[in-house]
């Protein structure tokens, strides 16, 4: 069979690594594929760099739309990034009826029902493992290898920067900032380390699990989203003297329960924050930049995936997954695919319909919260009555020496509390209350805690 | 789309959770696959208990000939097992052009070979990803997921039973024999598990690994099979010791050195053995009756997949993903879809060609030794020397004081020896000699070490 002609757009990082994945192993790619898989055109503004990466039997232009235009192209790889001229050139290659691979999770996130349903119409595959957890194939687990399952919920350590970071924090007793500039000093956090500290990037991947994993529209906007840079090297001791580790999770997860007044609570939770894990699950113990995502089907259970989130070649892997995929079913009747988002298009469910995605306040979960208190008799009672009181139960506490928190003669000291399952609302309105007591010296930190069983 | 059609041959635990949750979940999974997938006719010797699970809609018979025979039937799941009458029932499917999907591992790693090659001549597909650590979609994984990639080694917890009795023995300090009868007991190991125990389970899903990671015949013949019968709490407790755990592990690698003498060795390590691990391995950390599959790539690097590796359930939702990959492209050319070995038939390698199954004399790796030994002056001293002469070079050596190993009194103790990487060969040679010393009082113990980085 003929190989398939693979049109890049844009070739740094990932670009690279794709072009020599695909050179190195092409013999053993055209085994599998059962044809080859040629990079034949390049588009990068660089086209000096381009041309000293592929070398001359590369087609090198600085005009995307050249790519998309050649008729001999099968396949356009997307590797620009972000929403502007990204979301134009993906739109005209599937309108030229082109096949598209992305690693654009930003775009997928925000843009994504509008790029769907134009891939749809045009009868070609939007396909994006490279989008979410690098090199791991959690596309595929999530809408092939786990289809037999109702999938109950996903819980991802689905950013390397943030990882590391709060792998070093832990590791060596120190607070976020002082980590961050290592972390940017090594490579691991960016110049503008936003997107991944206040948790952008890891919402844009949870938002895409939640398509494939239920079946709704991605709804970037709907999610919930927290970083980690208001985490103190404090919160990380004491988690870990409960028994926990703190990390950057992406959560989706369906829920349906009837609530004490008689209305039910229907939908699909969808949220990025920082989480306390018990330090004995095997994902609370991946380090430093790796990513695992755990998923919880009803007929499988638990299975957990681990490796790379992010470089070039591990990123390049599921490029050339995708590629793979494509290759296979490029002259097949459209019916014989995989659904991009896992479910037939006519049955995905509508956003707002019967799966909407909750809004915090109905998000029940339970939490670690730190309270920087004046040490004087009746505090703890105060405090553990106001909760009382709006229904949240205690699961354990931790009461500070002041001398060991606030240095000696300190009359400050930390209240560490564990609470059971409680609705965030709830919880919400109970430290509104708390926070005023005259006792209560800072604001207070709350971390929510996932069991994850 | 018409619905597609199955029979059940054998309705035991796995094949009546495959009903179950075919039943259970029939509106997702037709959601994925675009069309139903329906068991309409159950063979099992046991008709009333058959009939008691799926109830009246469904055809019972006592002969799956029958179901073999229906010209109704698409697709045939043997759930019997054994290579007896499952291969044979297996063999007749596959002529009556039915697409057969197994969960029997052990009928693949010996008979795949003439298995394969009918459903290739015949134009169905044979898929078994319930064959593999059950629920885990290890074989998507390496067939799919990681196409890109050379796959330069597969390491993987891929039989529960002996992983829970090697967790309960460092758990509680207890010998082999004490845990498995607890195992027995509590239903984790069979009345007779000698196919768990002695690593024959294990072999039989790495034989299949081997073949979906190389591109090579599956070999079952030439797989190395060691287990754990011989594992003392002793071994467990200085492996910790020394920063290591104890796991029976399914190796298989793609080798190619230059020895020393100018000779080539180039081929495939396939074998099942106790292994030391580094205890901060992610790896090392799956207890219980938990399986896990690392795959090393050249693009990806390590990614890991975790999950139940048995259990109703859970091979049920392999079972099932199978049926949907199959009712996807049942309509499709052959050449659509992905081959069941991952490699497009023409370009498997031939038994013994290029990369032949090595013997275990030539496989490369470090050893941790156990040597029982009369505690007096020079004895280190000997066997350390014996070691280098047979060019075996020391990473550590832990000597226990007599009192501590023998009782008090004792004029023996036990030397532990780990080694940097040797050809076992080589060590064999050099144990052989150890072994002679008159101050070596036991048989030598000797388990294979691996980083697995």
Redesign the interface.
């Known amino acids: 069979m003929k190989p398939i002609q693979v049109g890049l757009l844009g070739i740094g990082t990932v670009g690279s690594?794709t072009f020599q994945?695909?050179a190195?192993?092409q013999e053993?790619?055209?085994?599998?594929?059962?044809r080859g898989i040629e990079i034949t055109m390049v588009a990068d503004l660089d086209t000096a760099r381009a041309r000293s990466i592929v070398g001359d039997g590369v087609r090198v232009v600085g005009d995307a739309r050249e790519v998309i235009a050649n008729p001999d192209i099968d396949v356009v790889v997307e590797l620009i990034g972000g929403y502007g001229i990204a979301k134009a050139l993906v739109l005209e290659a599937i309108a030229a009826g082109k096949h598209v691979v992305t690693a654009n999770k930003a775009l997928l996130a925000v843009h994504g029902q509008e790029i769907f349903k134009a891939a749809h119409e045009q009868g070609v595959v939007v396909a994006f493992?490279a989008a979410v957890a690098g090199?791991?194939?959690i596309i595929?687990?999530l809408r092939?290898?786990?289809?037999?399952?109702?999938i109950q919920w996903v819980a991802g350590i689905i950013n390397g920067t943030t990882n590391f970071i709060l792998s070093e924090m832990r590791d060596k007793g120190l607070d976020f900032d002082v980590v961050l500039k290592e972390a940017q000093r090594l490579g691991y956090a960016e110049a503008d380390p936003t997107f991944d500290i206040e948790g952008v990037d890891a919402a844009h991947k949870a938002t895409i699990i939640s398509a494939i994993a239920f079946?709704i529209p991605v709804q970037f906007d709907k999610a919930y989203v927290e970083g980690i840079t208001k985490l103190a090297a404090a919160d990380i001791k004491y988690a870990e003297q409960l028994g926990y580790r703190i990390k950057l999770l992406g959560i989706t997860k369906r829920t349906e329960r009837l609530q004490a007044d008689g209305t039910a609570v229907r939908g699909v939770e969808l949220r990025v924050h920082p989480c306390l894990v018990p330090a004995k699950r095997?994902i609370a113990?991946?380090e430093g930049a790796m990513n695992a995502v755990l998923v919880q089907?009803?007929?499988?259970?638990?299975?957990?995936?681990?490796?790379?989130g992010a470089g070039s070649?591990?990123t390049?892997?599921?490029?050339?997954?995708d590629l793979?995929?494509i290759a296979?079913?490029i002259?097949?009747?459209p019916?014989?695919?995989?659904?991009p988002l896992?479910?037939?298009s006519h049955?995905l469910a509508a956003a707002g319909g019967e799966l909407p995605v909750l809004p915090m306040a109905d998000v029940v979960t339970s939490y670690y919260l730190r309270i920087r208190v004046a040490d004087e008799a009746g505090v703890l009672a105060r405090i553990t009555g106001l909760l009382a009181g709006a229904g949240i139960s205690i699961d354990a506490v931790l009461q500070r020496e002041a001398d060991e928190v606030g240095g000696e003669g300190s009359t400050q000291t930390d209240l560490i509390i564990l609470t059971h399952e409680t609705r965030e609302g709830d919880m919400d309105a109970a430290l509104a209350q708390i926070q005023q007591l005259p006792t209560v010296l800072a604001p207070i930190t709350r971390i929510r805690k996932e069991e994850l069983n």
Chains 1, 2 share one sequence.
């Open positions: 690594g994945v695909l190195r192993n053993e790619i055209r085994r599998r594929a059962g493992e090199g791991i194939p595929k687990a092939e290898g786990l289809t037999a399952n109702q079946g095997l113990n991946v089907g009803d007929a499988v259970g638990a299975t957990l995936y681990y490796g790379k070649e591990p390049a892997s599921a490029v050339i997954a793979i995929d296979r079913l002259d097949a009747d019916a014989h695919r995989v659904p896992a479910f037939q049955t």
